[in-house]
């Protein structure tokens, strides 16, 4: 058995290297080295419009999913008009990881959304957002510096016994902040499990019908401390492995009842069996 498989949704924006400058799409390395350093191997999924129209096929291989972390999602996907301070919007992307999200969910996949990702992943399932905090909370400690995570710490207080609050391996967990919009009223099946110290804002929220479906409104993939990707590696193992372990025992099961691989019509080794 090989490394779980970890999807990832990657970005779309204008960028610049080596000698070029065009749209790409793009994904910190932090997120990458995190699942990697976690023991998964990576699929980088592009939001281009056939994602969105048959989530299916790009979610087959995969034994979990991460939705990162981002622009802004478009306001119009939850019904919204935009306030000022919403920009950058790219709907395309909200219009691939949305029936991705969907789709996890329904195949029961591990699912992580970091950030942005914890906001698209309410916004799947029904929920708003706050579109500018420091109108609703009445300060900017959320995102101190564009751009960086430097003096970004706050904690977050964690439900007991949630599924947040495991993955963390603690009850008050500091996390590393950047963001500027949130979970407003929660989607459908979704709990809140996690709290900034600093206003009460929701800052966890978790599935808890689903095996394992975990949104942070934090940045786990900068923390060298932090369990929360491990968690979801671990998650997409055991996945793994009692697929294979059903696959493996529903082959024997149809070896026992002669449906097998000696019992293919036609072939040299059914020919060969003596009849009964």
């Known amino acids: 058995m090989g490394k779980p498989v970890i999807g990832i949704c990657t970005a779309l924006e204008h960028a610049r290297w080596t000698v070029w400058e065009r749209e790409a799409f793009l994904l910190s390395r932090a997120y990458v080295d995190a699942i990697q350093d976690a ?79 914890m906001q698209l992943l309410n916004v799947a399932l029904g929920g708003t957002l706050i579109q500018h905090l420091p109108d609703d909370v ?26 947040a609050a495991r993955a963390c391996g603690e009850l008050e967990h500091a996390t590393k902040s950047h963001h500027h919009q949130a979970v407003d009223r929660l989607g459908v099946g979704l709990v809140a499990s996690g709290w900034s110290v600093l206003d009460d804002l929701i800052e966890a929220v978790e599935l808890p019908d689903a095996r394992w479906v975990l949104g942070v409104q934090w940045h786990p993939e900068v923390d060298a401390r932090s369990g929360v990707v491990a968690a979801l590696v671990a998650a997409a193992a055991d996945g793994q492995a009692a697929g294979s372990s059903a696959r493996t025992a529903s082959a024997s099961s149809a070896d026992r009842n002669g449906l097998g691989r000696n019992a293919v019509a036609g072939s040299p080794a059914a020919a060969s069996e003596p009849p009964a």
């Open 39 to 117: 023991g998964g191997l990576v699929y980088m999924i592009p939001p281009d419009a056939e994602v969105g129209r048959d989530p299916d096929t790009t979610l087959a291989p995969l034994d979990a999913l991460v939705l990162a972390g981002g622009a802004d999602v478009d306001p119009a996907s939850y019904g919204a008009r935009p306030h000022r301070c919403t920009t950058g919007t790219r709907p395309e992307r909200d219009a691939a990881e949305i029936p991705l999200a969907r789709g996890a969910i329904a195949r029961d996949l591990p699912l992580l959304g970091i950030c942005r990702g």
């Open 138 to 163: 009445g300060h900017g400690d959320h995102r101190r510096h564009l751009g960086s995570f430097d003096d970004a710490d706050h904690e977050v207080r964690l439900a007991p016994g949630s599924l």
